[in-house]
């Protein structure tokens, strides 16, 4: 059976959208990413990465709904609550830069790959 992976590659498709502190900008992707959940997993140089904040948010990631960290092999799952329409996530791990995109829920889609770089 074939794992799908779909990669978020905040360094290529992402777009700094300003600066929370010295070195750390904010990576906002534009285009609206299909999963088959709002799960998957987190990497930083190609390893996966323990204890990164993984947050839902409304429109617009204004306030969070729900809330998770990944766990020692990276992976991360929010809970199930709305399955249609668009969800706002943010990740975020110290030493990279953190990384909001767009997801929506398609039966048939790929596994999430949140992919960090780091801060400068």
Known sequence: MYRYFFLITSFVLGLASGAQGQGISVIELQRVFKAKALAGIVTFAGQPVPGALVEECTPGW?????????????????????????????VS????????????????????????????
Not at 64 to 88: C, I, M, N, S, W
Not at 101 to 115: E, G, M, Q, T
């Open 62 to 90: 204004k306030d969070q709904v729900a809330v998770t960290q990944t766990d020692d092999k990276g992976h991360f799952r929010l809970p199930r609550g709305e399955t249609k329409g668009v969800h706002y996530l943010r």
């Open 93 to 120: 791990w110290r030493g990279a830069n953190p990384v909001w995109f767009k997801v929506r829920i398609v039966r048939r889609a790929k596994d999430l790959v949140v992919n960090l770089t780091p801060s400068t």
